[in-house]
């Protein structure tokens, strides 16, 4: 067991005084409580405290001494970031000399001659839980880790230099690192921690060098309010140096918003501009380093909007679900087989707003559940109506995201929307992002083993849009390749892009997989596709994305083809 | 001779000198000390040529170890000359004036120490 008195530092007192009897009437009084060291005048002073400086709980000192005075001590000790941290009691016996110790910084004074040991006593101890106080608050100023200041210690001194120092034209800056739970996850947390400690000093490093201040506000989100600079590329390099150089096996990407000073704007607000910026920045390892200018407010104002709009655009029913069909273009026609569930949103007010403008942004903080599971129950209803009015089932593709994934209940879910429609599953498909394989593979093999269980077919959307890896396509038992439109843009000029092409679908072929090619635009690139033994496209060769009544036209004139050719 | 003995041959307050040094040895060591005290001797050579700093130091050292040491008259005497050369205050005194209180200062140092030296040799 450890006691108390072990765990407690050793408080240690330095007197000064150039008389003994002075020293010594100092020490009768004090030894019984501390451990006491002496020193003749203010130059073996400044050198007992630099030598003592984590040991020393406090300094007697006198003022008028030879060599060094007592006030010169004190002026020194003010500019000097390790020694002003030691209070200081003076010792006068001169009523103006208190005054000008205490402006130098003294943090007390003991009247001479020292008759009254117990006030003396009280004095000191006073004084030095007053400073072990203070150093306490110090501590839990800064993050143990990095060294920088914790949240509100850091809010609280930006606020001050916004509110006192006007004159200063200070940027917010915020950085994050990318998918930092996967890092703390896939390498220990004790590598995470090096992370941030590496990033730390690189912030530190950058801090020396210029004026601001920095925090570790939570988890792997870093603030620094510093001047004014056109260009943080090198900081966001530095920072970035420093994380890469931690391990030869680990890529960190570290991401960066600025939000460049500008009059009048109060510190919250250029953090959270400067928080938006380096949001947008999320995912895009080319530009990790984002400004907010003007059209990132209104980016940011529509955001707001579209957020506060979603529970009610689902209550109104203002997401409307199209269908894109997917031919089979290895028949001598190309034939209907299957479409895709896509979503718009006819908002009352801003009309109709594009998926690309509320989807990645629902995804970033998982309210894209809403809107899918909205999808999904719309989709299925109207595969049912289909199947119901033409006694025919054309199977509808859904789109499932990656925090879809993580929801326990979804398989449940699905299965149960397939009964409350009186669907088969083979009627559903299920499009995933590649991204959705790589986040957590164990679980999203479960999911998909469990889903293909109740017999939904599992298409694996946007392939080679991404981190794509062909060991993926080899483990993740998936029916359907959908080659991201990239691929197919360009194969007409492209010898390489064709080359490409061919061989994904060697591969998917390989591993007995159905190939959707997305984007086919122009019958060039439909017949290089034909050719190349490519199933289906999808694009706007054939149509858009249609209104479901639009779409049942699709259906019925599919069926009319069944029967001629049955005929 | 007692050590409260002396204190009253040379008009000395023993309880003050108690109430800061605590310890009767203490009292002991540092009244034996008083005559090998530099700061007198730096007071009464400056006696002549006045040194301002000189004579503000040694007055304002003499102050201190006195009150400590219980020599209440010597502390009082040498406190009015440091304020007398204390930096920032006027000069109200002629420096014969001040060499008389030097002087002063000095008989009484000198006969201080002559008790001592009987109190010493009392003890030994």
């Known amino acids: 067991m450890i006691r108390s008195k072990q765990i407690d530092r050793p408080q240690v007192v330095l007197v000064v005084d150039d008389q003994e009897i002075n020293r010594d009437a100092l020490g009768v009084t004090l030894e019984d409580y501390y451990e006491v060291i002496y020193a003749e005048n203010g130059k073996e002073a400044l050198e007992l405290m630099n030598e003592h400086f984590d040991e020393l709980s406090i300094v007697l000192l006198d003022l008028m001494m030879p060599v060094m005075n007592g006030y010169e001590v004190l002026e020194r000790v003010k500019d000097d970031e390790q020694l002003k941290r030691i209070p200081i009691i003076v010792l006068t016996s001169e009523k103006s000399a208190e005054l000008k110790a205490l402006q130098l910084g003294a943090a007390d004074f003991i009247t001479k001659p020292f008759d009254i040991h117990e006030v003396i006593i009280a004095r000191v101890r006073r004084i030095i839980e007053l400073s072990e106080g203070k150093k306490l608050i110090s501590a839990a100023e800064h993050d143990h880790l990095t060294g920088l200041y914790n949240r509100s210690f850091f809010f609280e001194y930006v606020n001050r230099v916004y509110l006192y120092h006007k004159d200063m034209k200070m940027d917010a800056l915020v950085i994050n690192i990318e998918q930092f739970h996967a890092i703390n996850a896939m390498n220990g947390r004790e590598f995470g921690d090096d992370v941030l400690k590496a990033i730390g000093e690189g912030i530190n490093e950058f801090l020396s060098e210029h004026n601001g201040i920095g925090s570790r506000t939570h988890a792997d989100h870093f603030d620094i309010y510093c001047e004014h600079q056109d260009d943080y590329q090198p900081l966001h390099e530095k920072i970035q140096d420093k994380a890469n150089a931690l391990s030869p096996n680990v890529r960190i990407y570290t991401r960066m918003g600025v939000m460049p000073y500008s009059e009048g704007v109060d510190p919250v607000t250029m953090f959270d501009r400067a928080r938006a910026a380096c949001n947008m920045a999320r995912g895009d390892y080319q530009h990790p380093v984002i400004v907010y200018d003007e059209k990132l407010l209104q980016k940011e104002m529509l955001d707001i909007r579209l957020l506060n709009d979603l529970d009610k655009a689902i209550e109104e029913k203002q997401f409307k679900v199209y269908y894109q069909p997917k031919y089979d273009i290895q028949c001598d026609h190309p034939r209907l087989r299957s479409a895709e569930a896509l979503v718009r949103w006819q908002h009352p007010e801003l009309g109709m707003i594009s998926p690309g403008d509320f989807i990645p942004l629902f995804e970033g903080n998982g309210l894209i559940n809403k809107v899918d599971s909205y999808v999904w129950k719309e989709a299925s209803r109207q595969c049912s109506e289909w199947k119901k009015k033409y006694n025919y089932t054309l199977p509808i593709s859904m789109n499932v995201s990656r925090a879809d994934v993580y929801d326990f209940s979804l398989v449940e879910r699905l299965k149960k929307l397939m009964d409350d429609n009186h669907l088969d599953c083979n009627s559903i498909k299920l499009e995933m992002t590649e991204s959705a394989y ?100 999808q694009g706007f060769y054939f149509s858009k994305a249609v209104k479901p009544e639009e779409f049942a036209l699709m259906i019925e004139k599919e069926i009319e083809e069944r029967k001629q050719n049955d005929d | 001779m007692t050590i409260e003995e002396l204190y009253q041959q040379i008009g000395g307050d023993y309880e003050q000198a108690q109430k800061v040094l605590r310890m009767d040895k203490l009292i002991d060591k540092y009244i034996r000390k008083l005559a090998q005290n530099e700061i007198f001797s730096n007071l009464f050579n400056a006696s002549e040529g006045l040194d301002p700093t000189t004579v503000f130091e040694a007055a304002h050292a003499i102050k201190g170890v006195c009150a400590n040491l219980g020599l209440v008259s010597l502390s009082e005497k040498a406190s009015e000359l440091a304020e007398e050369f204390r930096p920032g205050n006027g000069r109200n005194l002629s420096d014969e004036d001040v060499r008389a209180r030097i002087e002063e200062i000095k008989q009484q140092f000198n006969s201080s120490v002559e008790g001592i030296k009987e109190y010493e040799a009392s003890q030994s």
């Open chain 1, 438 to 537: 790589t986040d957590d593979a164990k679980r999203v093999l479960e999911v998909i083993n469990q889903l293909r269980a109740l017999g939904f077919e599992i298409e694996m959307d946007d392939f080679g849009s991404g981190y794509s890896s062909l060991n993926m396509l080899s483990q993740m038992p998936i029916d359907v390749l959908k080659m991201d439109m990239k691929f197919v843009r360009n194969i007409e000029e492209s010898e390489t892009d064709l080359r490409l092409v061919k061989l994904i679908l060697d591969i998917a072929r390989y591993l007995g997989l159905t190939v959707v090619a997305e984007g086919v635009e122009t019958g060039g690139q439909l017949k290089l596709l034909k050719d190349a033994g490519c199933n289906l496209v």
